[in-house]
């Protein structure tokens, strides 16, 4: 009887465990919380400009749109939130963390279910800054709180190869 609780315990309470965390998931989800499916430009602060990245998915037409600032690279299991969903075009308007203004990306782009990034992490809301985390009235530091999130940003050796297959694919030498 002893071997039997010894093997079950430890079974148990990861059980138990994998289900809290579960629940958690589903909490954020209720919150309108969603995980990103993709990697590539598919964030956007206009329809318009959303419709035209996906249409017309040129290297040449998403480096212009990522310089003129029309495009954001959204980044596979980063955390966003739904601000307001357009069910008639299938387009969700977003926040992510480290961007000033909301974005429209493709319902599509967006899992309820939680998706590791690329360190093999879910993110949370204070994981991922979307929201603030307490501070200490003692230090000023931030509890908890890591460098900002490199999500969305735009990368310059990114942008350095698009311009530089471009190029090449013209026949032009630098």
Same mark, same amino acid.
């Given at each position: 009887?002893?071997?039997?609780?010894?093997?079950?315990?430890?079974?148990?309470?990861?059980?138990?465990?994998?289900?809290?965390?579960?629940?958690? @998931?589903?909490?954020?989800?209720?919150?309108?919380?969603?995980?990103?499916?993709?990697?590539?430009? @598919?964030?956007?602060?206009?329809?318009?400009?959303?419709?035209?990245?996906?249409?017309?998915?040129?290297?040449?037409?998403?480096?212009?749109?990522?310089? +003129?600032? /029309?495009? @954001?690279?959204? =980044?596979? +299991? %980063?955390?966003?939130? #739904?601000?307001?969903?357009?069910?008639?075009?299938?387009?969700?308007?977003?926040? %992510?963390? +480290? #961007?000033?203004?909301?974005?429209?990306?493709?319902?599509?782009?967006?899992?309820?279910?939680? =998706?590791?990034?690329?360190?093999?992490?879910?993110?949370?809301?204070?994981?991922?800054?979307?929201?603030?985390?307490?501070?200490? %009235?003692?230090?000023?530091?931030?509890?908890?709180?890591?460098?900002?999130?490199?999500?969305?940003?735009?990368?310059?050796? %990114?942008?350095?190869?698009?311009?530089?297959?471009? /190029?090449?694919?013209?026949?032009?030498?630098?």
């Amino acid at each position: 009887m002893k071997f039997v609780t010894m093997f079950l315990a430890p079974i148990v309470a990861i059980g138990i465990a994998s289900t809290a965390s579960a629940r958690d @998931y589903h909490d954020l989800v209720a919150k309108r919380y969603r995980w990103v499916k993709i990697d590539g430009p @598919y964030a956007c602060p206009t329809k318009e400009d959303l419709r035209e990245i996906t249409r017309n998915a040129s290297d040449l037409n998403e480096l212009h749109m990522v310089e +003129g600032l /029309r495009a @954001y690279y959204l =980044i596979q +299991g %980063a955390l966003v939130k #739904i601000i307001q969903q357009d069910g008639s075009t299938g387009m969700a308007q977003i926040r %992510a963390a +480290g #961007i000033t203004i909301d974005l429209w990306t493709y319902n599509k782009f967006l899992s309820e279910h939680p =998706i590791k990034d690329a360190y093999a992490v879910i993110e949370t809301p204070e994981t991922s800054g979307l929201i603030s985390v307490d501070t200490s %009235a003692e230090t000023g530091t931030v509890q908890g709180a890591t460098e900002a999130p490199m999500h969305f940003r735009r990368s310059a050796t %990114a942008l350095d190869n698009a311009v530089a297959n471009d /190029r090449s694919s013209r026949g032009e030498n630098r």
